[in-house]
């Protein structure tokens, strides 16, 4: 008989990718926010820095407040790809600011460095341990 054994094993995240559904159209977010496609903003960010990645300069900051329930996803990423995903669970509040469980709030700076990102973020929503 065969038997996977899981292996703890540590690996170097880069990058979280996030997909959020825009539920209430112009409400949670304006149709020409950076990286808005129909009815999903989906964004790379940088984990150590909280900078969106290809983010465009703007002359302005942009902000949006909307609430996800359990319906965002969102992938740790590597240089190899996908380390680890939640795909429809709560927003994971250790590294995606935001409040309740179910709601994401991004403070954009001009060149797409996120203000409210975590200085120390934690990953362990993702069945990591924390730093």
């Known amino acids: 008989m065969k038997f996977t054994l899981l292996k703890p094993t540590e690996v170097d995240v880069t990058e979280?990718?996030?997909?959020?559904?825009?539920d209430f159209d112009?409400?949670?977010?304006?149709?020409?926010?950076?990286?808005r496609t129909g009815n999903i903003w989906s964004a790379r960010i940088e984990i150590d820095t909280g900078r969106i990645i290809d983010w465009p300069k703007l002359d302005k900051p942009m902000a949006f407040y909307m609430k996800v329930c359990d319906a965002g996803v969102y992938e740790?990423?590597?240089a190899?790809?996908?380390?680890?995903?939640?795909?429809g669970e709560y927003v994971p509040h250790g590294i995606i600011p935001g409040e309740f469980g179910e709601y994401v709030f991004l403070d954009i700076s001009a060149d797409g460095v996120i203000q409210n990102w975590p200085k120390q973020p934690d990953l362990s929503a993702f069945g990591g341990i924390k730093p």
């Open 16 to 22: 979280i990718h996030v997909r959020l559904p825009v």
């Open 26 to 35: 112009e409400d949670d977010m304006p149709y020409n926010f950076p990286f």
């Open 76 to 78: 740790l990423r590597n």
């Open 80 to 87: 190899q790809g996908r380390v680890a995903i939640l795909d």
